[in-house]
T-cell receptor, first 113, second 110 residues
Framework: DVKVTQSSRYLVKRTGEKVFLECVQDMDHENMFWYRQDPGLGLRLIYFSYDVKMKEKGDIPEGYSVSREKKERFSLILESASTNQTSMYLC????????????FGSGTRLTVV | DAKTTQPTSMDCAEGRAANLPCNHSTISGNEYVYWYRQIHSQGPQYIIHGLKNNETNEMASLIITEDRKSSTLILPHATLRDTAVYYCIVLPGGSEKLVFGKGTKLTVNP
């Protein structure tokens, strides 16, 4: 079964910490995405990557960076975590140009205290 | 990207058809209609998509009006497991990024 795997289901971090959220896909997809989901705001795109070492800002990139050194792995980095980054983070992958082909991970619920 | 309008919530009885509407009055000729759903505590899951013609797969049917300004997702025999938020998304063919609205929360009642 094809999968997008997020390394942690639940994570608690302190304000100011550097936080890494990891995502791995086994489908050989070129595209990978990071979204966050908050009540009342829905899913919002943070960053996406269309190839190794390539990235593009989404709608809310402030306070985040990403890394894609290998095709199967896409990391979201919170340089200095803040309480307003407490959220559910969802990773996805897709084949380019196919809006029907997105596969999402189960999400990481991050709490920043 | 074209915007979509969906009802905030809907209810459906188990075993009955669930008909979820979506308005996309500014859709362009090269834009597809996609439907995803998100069951509680999971990531979104693709359901179906279409351009002009009605589509059916093992999960659902998609009815697109002739003027393409609206569509309806039909779950023919809803079960409790179909309780989820359903997102209608309009995207140009070849577009790389899914943009999610608020969706419709469908509750299937026993």
């Amino acid at each position: 079964d094809v999968k997008v795997t997020q390394s942690s289901r639940y994570l608690v971090k302190r304000t100011g910490e550097k936080v890494f959220l990891e995502c791995v896909q086994d489908m050989d997809h070129e595209n990978m995405f990071w979204y966050r989901q908050d009540p009342g705001l829905g899913l919002r795109l943070i960053y996406f990557s269309y190839d190794v070492k390539m990235k593009e800002k989404g709608d809310i990139p402030e306070g985040y960076s990403v890394s894609r050194e290998k095709k199967e792995r896409f990391s979201l980095i919170l340089e200095s975590a803040s309480t307003n980054q407490t959220s559910m983070y969802l990773c996805a992958s897709s084949i380019p140009g196919q809006g029907y082909g997105y596969t999402f991970g189960s999400g990481t619920r991050l709490t920043v205290v | 990207d074209a915007k979509t309008t969906q009802p905030t919530s809907m209810d459906c009885a188990e075993g009955r058809a669930a008909n979820l509407p979506c308005n996309h009055s500014t859709i362009s000729g090269n834009e597809y209609v996609y439907w995803y759903r998100q069951i509680h505590s999971q990531g979104p899951q693709y359901i179906i998509h279409g351009l002009k013609n009605n589509e059916t797969n093992e999960m659902a049917s998609l009815i697109i009006t002739e003027d393409r300004k609206s569509s309806t997702l039909i779950l023919p025999h809803a079960t409790l497991r179909d309780t989820a938020v359903y997102y209608c998304i309009v995207l140009p063919g070849g577009s790389e990024k899914l943009v999610f609205g608020k969706g419709t929360k469908l509750t299937v009642n026993p």
